[in-house]
């Protein structure tokens, strides 16, 4: 180290700081944020799954169906209506579509020797379709494997930069989480800076994922049923209700559905998920989310008793 040229010195000490705060910021990611708390218990939510004989129900979505479905309460609804689902989980991580899920599912679902029974995901706008938002970073760092690239890049566009930011955010946590450091220590510098921030991220991201474009196709949500079905899995899609931005649902996606025999719970305009049911724009109240939790157990009951 003594006969290390100065730059050589200034290099190596830079890399053993990078490495150091890798390992620290690695064993504290989880107080980042609850979203990112949520992620990190992903694998172990995956794994209560893993049961012999107990059927379980995935819910899989991001922050609308995480704020729309109570699963406690759905869990115990469906107990009364003796149709119950020993484990009930959700992994709805805050911006995620159906590349996310989709992931989700190839590295945390699949690999499981008991899988969960039924698979539901919940959804607004395009989140479905191969043209929702793709967001390397968050597939790289949080869902999906190196494997899956090569899988990405198959489905869908992906240029230079987005391969090369999903290869650096499946490498090193500090470029995964440069958004939440940054926004953690800006949120103690400005006040109600999360709040407005998660805000402004959220229509942004919700108004550009618009349904019913021309060329509107859901290759990766045909492979994802596909493969549940080889399972011999149950797999829902339920329409989110928004208050605002409403949308309508793609005829391509109609179509997916009804030539792929599964069931589309369409939730979109209830009568009885009114305007003051909204905390904002999209996400519900804990009011809302429990009405809509017992339509949800009403009908999953309903479907379950119909013999095939």
């Not at 108004?207 to 829902?236: C, H, M, P, W």
């Amino acid at each position: 180290m003594k006969n290390l040229p100065p730059v050589a010195k200034t290099l190596i000490t830079l890399l053993v700081i990078l490495l150091a705060a890798e390992g620290l910021l690695r064993s504290v990611e989880g107080a980042l944020s609850g979203n990112v708390a949520h992620i990190v218990e992903i694998p172990r939510l995956a794994e209560n799954f893993n049961k012999p004989d107990k059927p379980g129900l995935l819910i899989l979505g991001n922050s609308l169906t995480n704020d729309g479905i109570d699963a406690p309460l759905l869990q115990s609804s469906m107990n009364i209506q003796g149709l119950a689902y020993p484990t009930i989980e959700k992994i709805v991580p805050d911006g995620t579509t159906i590349w996310s899920w989709s992931c989700i599912l190839r590295n945390r679902i699949y690999e499981l020797p008991n899988k969960p029974d039924t698979v539901l995901i919940g959804f607004a706008w395009s989140q479905l379709a191969d043209q929702s938002r793709l967001l390397p970073t968050s597939l790289g760092g949080f869902f999906c494997s190196y494997k899956d690239l090569l899988h990405l890049t198959d489905q869908a566009t992906m240029n230079s930069a987005q391969i090369g930011e999903f290869i650096t955010a499946s490498t090193f946590r500090l470029f995964t989480h440069r958004e939440a450091i940054r926004n953690r220590m800006l949120s103690m510098l400005i006040p109600h800076y999360m709040t407005s921030t998660q805000e402004i991220n959220r229509r942004l991201r919700n108004t550009n994922d618009t349904a019913g474009g021309a060329d509107t196709t859901y290759r990766e949500l045909s492979q994802v049923i596909e493969q549940l079905k080889s399972y011999d899995k149950d797999i829902f899609l339920m329409a989110m209700p928004v208050r605002n931005n409403h949308y309508s649902l793609d005829p391509e996606l109609i179509d997916t559905v009804k030539n792929s025999d599964i069931t589309l719970l369409d939730y979109r305009n209830l009568d009885f998920i009114t305007d003051d049911l909204f905390t904002d724009e999209m996400h519900l109240t804990k009011a809302g989310s429990a009405l809509l939790t017992a339509r949800l157990a009403d009908d999953l009951a309903k479907i379950r008793s119909t013999p095939h």
